[in-house]
């Protein structure tokens, strides 16, 4: 860890409702589907924010996740856990890299500095979870654990129509633009006029 006094003010403020946002029994979830996805090898991490942000922090087990998740070529292809801190922040970058290129949007990643100094490891969550919910949606064979740990993402449903079907529906009028069926002027006096009081 760097070494960093601790926040007063505003800086303390908004550390607390970072902090706020980690959700534990998310945490659960992640690492039951972390260990399905990639074996006992990862270990076990103990419970809580502290023992989640150490298991991950080196970047090993990150890498080990994206690679389960591809059958031909692994988009990592050294995974070696180091004491230095460079080396660590370097394999974590390296999954992020490989996280966006499976599809995980830039506005669901984390950056390494929010796991490895631990400073928004609800970001790291909301990554985890976005890169399971594809992985589920693909279902590529390569997913591994309960499928209902993860939600299915919208996939495109593409139509045809032919040229016939949209000629009809040109001379269709949307409900959205009203009706002038019925309409006429019948009755209408003309505007301005005063009310005509008869006696």
Known sequence: MANKGPSYG????????????????????LVNWIMAQCGDSVGNPPPGKDGFQTWLRDGCVL????????????????IQSSPMAFKQ???????????????????????????????????VQRTLMS????????DDGCYKGDPNWFHRKAQENKREFTDDQLKEGQAVIGLQMGSNRGASQAGMTGYGLPRQIIN
């Open 131 to 138: 890169l399971g919910s594809l992985a589920v949606t693909r």
């Open 63 to 78: 890498c080990n996740l994206i690679n389960s998740l591809h059958k031909g070529p692994q988009p990592i292809k050294k």
């Open 10 to 29: 505003l800086s303390r403020e908004v550390q607390s409702k970072i902090a706020k946002k980690y959700d534990p029994e998310l945490e659960e979830r």
């Open 89 to 123: 922040m370097e394999l974590i970058s390296q999954f992020l890299a490989a996280a966006e290129k499976y599809g995980v949007v830039k506005t669901d990643m984390f950056q390494t500095v929010d796991l490895w100094e631990g400073k928004d490891l609800a970001a």
